[in-house]
């Protein structure tokens, strides 16, 4: 019981971290290309992890096969979500992508239905679209503002990513138990930098070091530390012991949070939109995320926690 209590504030943490990383990703956006930025994001995650890797390995040994599912959900979730969001971010403001980056929990219960690996029910549902709800509120009103010609392309990228995200979500968890998520996303993320490579040569080439202002390079640290190796790690472990519907649920978290943030840090301005959108994410995180199951099952000696998810 302690393990699913601590996953679910993994997951609420990591959406938090997302909340700033989507900031740092549009300041920095402008001083380089999108896949770009994915690379030496993650090159500094991966030297995050470095030093614990001896530690991490898994004893057993890992067939073909399976570092092959791992490349592949490490190229998807690392390499093209990323690189979807941060082109997303040149075409569409932070609201409008904040939307769109709503409907991962969406995609992620429709994916996972019409693969088996979860049930549609009721409370799911509800919580999903209390909290998509809640984002909508929010943002909606000054996202339906953008009517540039290249919102729809925007659009579609971040929808992308976010399909993205979902796909990983679903199919990471077999990994991520049988193999441990600390490795899994150290492995993922090292095959996704190994994908982008070739791309980020292609397009801008590698001959030197990326040549981002002080106050860019404090926020790609940032982004392959905080917003990387720990954010991720976080993700992950919680996919480990929620179902991946409970775990992105979370997600929608981090578009509020970070104007709530503003309002505490910056004072900015608290809306009657943002303190009422708030609430509904927050009831659609209660309502979808099984914390009531959760707690009722520390009376009901035997059962998991999983039989009722």
């Keep these: 019981m302690p393990r699913i209590f601590l996953a679910h504030i993994a997951a609420a943490t990591a959406a938090l971290s997302a909340g700033a990383a989507v900031v740092a990703t549009r300041y920095v956006v402008g001083e380089t290309d999108p896949a770009a930025l994915a690379l030496y994001r993650y090159v500094i995650s991966i030297l995050c992890f470095a030093p614990l890797l001896p530690f991490i390995w898994p004893s057993h040994r890992l067939a073909a096969s399976d570092y092959a599912a791992i490349a592949l959900l490490g190229i998807i979730f690392f390499g093209l979500f990323p690189w979807a969001f941060n082109a997303s971010l040149q075409y569409i403001p932070a609201a409008r992508g904040a939307v769109g980056l709503a409907t991962i929990p969406i995609q992620t219960l429709i994916v996972a239905a019409l693969f088996g690996r979860e049930t549609i029910t009721r409370p799911r549902a509800l919580g999903v679209a209390l909290a998509f709800l809640g984002i909508a509120v929010v943002f909606g009103p000054e996202a339906a503002k953008a009517n540039s010609p290249d919102t729809l392309l925007g659009d579609a990228l971040m929808l992308l990513g976010a399909l993205c995200a979902a796909i990983y979500s679903v199919f990471s968890r077999a990994s991520l138990v049988r193999h441990g998520a600390l490795f899994v996303t150290a492995l993922a993320m090292m095959f996704a930098v190994l994908a982008l490579l070739p791309v980020v040569h292609w397009q801008t080439g590698l001959s030197a070091l990326p040549s981002f202002s002080a106050r860019g390079w404090i926020a790609v640290f940032f982004l392959g530390t905080c917003a990387g190796a ?80």
């Design 230 to 309: 720990i954010q991720f790690s976080l993700f992950t472990w919680a996919l480990r012991w929620l179902p991946p519907t409970t775990t992105v649920l979370y997600l929608t978290l981090n578009p509020v949070s970070a104007m709530l943030l503003g309002h505490l840090l910056m004072n900015e301005q608290l809306t009657p939109a943002l303190v009422a959108g708030l609430m509904l994410v927050l009831a659609g995180i209660f309502v979808g995320s099984g914390v009531m199951i959760t707690l009722k099952a520390r009376w009901l000696p035997g059962r998991s926690p999983f039989e009722t998810s």
